[in-house]
């Protein structure tokens, strides 16, 4: 029996090497990963009901299910601002320059 190697990545980057990915996939997956996991907290902290949120973010509820269970493929980071707004949240840009 063939013994496998287990790869540990910390971090967003180490895994899309480890894929064979490029770093702009990596910086995609730290952003909609950020964006979704501040949509969960406000929401669960804020107890909004999920019909409530898809109004005031003009999505579906279909949506926001997905996105406070943590699963967006699919999902655009437009609709993902979006509901974070409707949340009450607003985000702050800041621009690194990579390693």
């Known amino acids: 029996m063939k013994k496998t190697k287990t790869i540990i990545n910390k971090t967003a980057d180490d895994l ?13 997956w ?3 990963y950020s964006i979704t996991k501040k949509i969960i907290d406000t929401a669960k902290k804020q107890d909004l009901s999920v019909t ?15 996105i406070l269970k943590d699963d967006t ?5 437009d609709v ?5 707004g409707a949340t009450g949240q607003k985000v702050k840009l800041s621009y690194l320059k990579a390693a």
């Not at 493929?73 to 980071?77: A, D, N, V």
């Open 73 to 77: 493929f699919g999902i655009s980071l």
């Open 30 to 32: 730290e952003v909609r």
């Open 16 to 28: 899309a090497e480890s894929l064979g990915l490029n770093s702009s996939d990596a910086l995609e």
């Open 80 to 84: 993902l601002l979006r509901v974070l």
């Open 52 to 66: 409530q949120l898809a109004k005031d973010a003009g999505t579906s509820r279909g949506r926001i299910t997905k």
